[in-house]
């Protein structure tokens, strides 16, 4: 289905028979992170398919590890799975300076911050396996307050005492609201002893 609204046209997928698991979800709801309110729905079938056009943003593929991640895909089977995110209320699209950007829906704002808290453990996990001395935390003072509270509360669920190291780390650079709840969560992990 294709539908005009302002000066921007763009199609929406009508349904069908189509269904995405939710590892697909997850998976273009990540890649669509850097470009949500700059960028529309057509950005984000390029940086899934890889295409990096002259007229690309730096927000497409700039540092975007889903970016070629639906590649062996054509355009249109693409635009296709977005539609679908569009549909099932995932993604919207709303109007900003005469163009329709992305928005993450509540619905696909919960699945996002919970695979990106899910990465950034992934990454701790990495961290701890390779026996690393020195923790590299400082992009996690530029990670937004809800991802922080939500991946503080995995890692405090997991009850593992090795994520105090990292936390350590991560709590002597941050702002006093964060170190709080992390002094918090060292301090559930070490048995109720505080450090």
């Not at 929406?12 to 028979?17: F, I, L, R, S």
């Not at 950007?101 to 961290?127: H, K, N, Q, S």
């Not at 992009?139 to 090795?162: F, M, P, Q, T």
């Amino acid at each position: 289905m294709t539908t005009t609204k302002g000066r921007g046209r763009f199609t929406v997928y009508d349904g069908g028979t189509m269904h995405l698991s939710l590892k697909e979800v997850k998976m273009i709801l990540r890649g669509a992170r850097p470009l949500v309110t700059h960028d529309d729905h057509q950005a984000l079938a390029r940086v899934l398919k890889g295409v990096q056009g002259k007229n690309a943003t730096a927000h497409e593929s700039e540092g975007n590890p889903y970016f070629g991640s639906l590649s062996h895909l054509v355009m249109d089977a693409i635009e296709e799975k977005i539609d679908w995110l569009l549909q099932n209320r995932y993604l919207t699209l709303i109007s900003r300076s005469e163009r329709h950007v992305l928005m993450y829906t509540p619905r696909g704002w919960a699945l996002e911050v919970d695979a990106y808290t899910d990465e950034l453990i992934d990454d701790f996990d990495r961290m701890l396996k390779s026996r690393a001395t020195h923790f590299l935390v400082s992009r996690l003072r530029y990670v937004d307050r809800e991802s922080v509270w939500c991946l503080l509360d995995k890692i405090e669920a997991r009850g593992d005492v090795r994520y105090i190291r990292i936390l350590d780390a991560w709590q002597r650079m941050d702002c006093k609201a964060v170190r709080r709840r992390i002094h918090g969560v060292i301090v559930s992990l070490s048995g109720g002893v505080s450090m």
